[in-house]
């Protein structure tokens, strides 16, 4: 399956370390695999993915506020409407959960199916999560 992951660091940050371990446990089941900066992509190659992942983190630590570039990045996609996708958060604050679910409206608004949602702790269980997409 090809499958995109879509990194929104908060502060304009190159992918994190636990976004790389969600894709190499991707790439461990034998999917292909691109990490795309939401904040460099244009979002127009999103259409040619069969599953699109968005990970992000919550601005800041009292806040479910998600970066802008979730929102640019998808609207700039010609064509998501009926995709699968997977959202995740990284933990990190007290409105984690609300930052998630600010995470799946964002998708849901362009029109994407979002089957799997889930905080991330740590890397090693970002690359366990990775393990189980299209298990």
Request: a positive charge; zero cysteines.
């Amino acid at each position: 399956m090809r499958i995109v992951i879509i990194s929104a660091a908060p502060g304009r940050k190159p992918p994190p370390d636990y976004v790389l371990s969600l894709a190499n446990g991707m790439k461990l089941m034998g999917h292909y695999v691109d990490v795309l900066d939401a904040w460099t992509a244009d979002g127009h190659r999103l259409p040619g993915y069969d599953y699109i992942v968005m990970v992000t983190q919550a601005v800041s630590s009292f806040s479910g506020k998600i970066p802008e570039a979730v929102a640019t990045i998808l609207s700039a996609a010609s064509s998501v409407a009926g995709k699968k996708g997977a959202a995740f958060v990284r933990k990190g604050g007290l409105f984690t959960a609300r930052a998630l679910a600010n995470l799946m409206k964002a998708m849901e608004k362009e029109g994407m199916r979002v089957n799997w949602s889930d905080i991330l702790l740590n890397p090693p269980h970002a690359e366990a999560m990775g393990k189980l997409i299209g298990a």
